[in-house]
């Protein structure tokens, strides 16, 4: 066997080996669970986030925004991916269109990419029709908090206001909550020691509710100076330096 016969065999079987190792490690990657951040190009914003897991026995599971799902997956020459065989529970709830729109797209997509902690499904060359975030499993992530108290003030719902004021972190570090009359978002990150910080620029709605009796200032403030947080069960201290805890909230389940 000549020198460039040998030269020639070598690369083929260093590319394959190469190619092997690349496609174990796009696989490898990609067993985890996913949060749904963004749906043809829009973002999502629910109370229980929207995930899959994808298992490396290509099973996928998750929640779709009512029920629970269940089915198969494929992945083939690095980036294609397939979903088979989706089945769902048969709740009813609020997000049930959402749910469908999910669905859909996942009986559609073909092909796949992972980039900067983001899985990104797609059609063929087209944009995403959803991009994913790895989830987060810190314990304040994805969890609804409910204000109960501002300093050592008890906090109730005043007559006529909407809602309790709460707010949600997001795997894509993002912020989303409500104040007792407006509507809030933005962004966040988490440091080491339970450190937090929270963007002071938040967006805010400007609805005016002048029969509401609530202190949306107060609340909001909570944000701009918290620096770190402590969790006891279902508890969340959020605490600024050593001063302690300037709001305390508690973690509400949605079935």
Not at 43 to 59: F, G, Q, S
Not at 123 to 139: C, E, N, V, Y
Not at 171 to 198: M, Q
Not at 234 to 240: A, G, S
């Amino acid at each position: 066997m000549n020198r460039l016969m040998i030269v020639v065999l070598v690369l083929i079987f260093t590319s394959c080996g190469t190619t092997q190792k690349i496609e174990q490690t796009v696989k490898s990657t990609i067993y985890t669970k996913w949060e749904l951040t963004l749906l043809d190009g829009k973002a999502v914003r629910i109370e229980k986030p929207i995930y899959l897991e994808l298992t490396d026995d290509n099973k996928v599971g998750g929640f779709m925004g009512c029920n629970r799902l269940g089915g198969d997956y494929t992945i083939e020459n690095d980036n294609q991916i397939r979903f088979s065989n989706l089945i769902t529970t048969r709740m009813a709830c609020s997000e049930l269109v959402l749910e469908t729109q999910v669905l859909k797209m996942l009986n559609t997509v073909d092909n796949f990419t992972i980039d900067n902690e983001k899985l990104m499904l797609s059609i063929g060359s087209g944009k995403p029709l959803a991009t994913f975030h790895r989830m987060r499993d810190d314990a304040i992530v994805n969890k609804y908090w409910k204000l109960k108290k501002l300093g050592d003030q008890e906090i109730k719902m005043a007559k006529n206001q909407e809602r309790e004021q709460h707010f949600t972190l997001r795997s894509d570090n993002t912020i989303s909550g409500f104040a007792g009359c407006n509507h809030f978002s933005g962004s966040y990150e988490l440091k080491e020691e339970n450190r937090i910080v929270f963007n002071e620029n938040m967006a805010v709605t400007m609805m005016a509710c002048p029969d509401v009796e609530v202190n949306e200032r107060a609340f909001l403030k909570v944000f701009k100076q918290a620096d770190n947080y402590s969790i006891d069960g279902d508890t969340l201290f959020l605490n600024e330096g050593e001063r302690g805890s300037i709001a305390t909230f508690e973690a509400v389940y949605f079935h």
